[in-house]
């Protein structure tokens, strides 16, 4: 006579490994979401800039010192300066910005972000 033996769950290793999974996942999403939120912010400042009159009217000095300080409004504080580019060609000012972000993992375990928005100022 033969005994059947059912399964009846999942092993120790097998819940350390759900475990961690999810511990490495919360992680990251809690390392990650600033940058994301902070990018979001960007994106806001210069769609802001479509709605500003006369934008295209203004020199680069004047535009780069308008989106720095919507910037410092909304929070954001180190933004290198250099990550500005505006370029003017026709009736169109085009503005963009390139930067990165690096966030400590874990030890010597670093991510990487690349962001690069931009938007196209039409002068009315």
């Not at 910005?97 to 928005?117: M, P, R």
């Amino acid at each position: 006579m033969t005994t059947q033996h059912r399964q009846r769950g999942m092993t120790g290793a097998g819940w350390l490994l759900v475990l961690f999974l999810i511990g490495f996942f919360s992680l990251l999403t809690l390392k990650l979401a600033p940058a994301y939120m902070e990018n979001y912010t960007v994106k806001t400042v210069l769609a802001s800039l479509e709605q500003e009159p006369l934008i295209t009217k203004k020199s680069v000095t004047q535009i780069r010192k308008m989106i720095r300080r919507r910037m410092k409004v909304n929070g954001i504080y180190e933004f290198d300066k250099d990550a500005i580019k505006i370029t003017r060609k026709g009736g169109v000012t085009t503005v963009e910005i390139d930067y990165e972000v690096q966030k400590n993992v874990a030890g010597n375990v670093d991510l990487l972000i690349f962001f690069s928005d931009s938007v196209e100022l039409v002068s009315n």
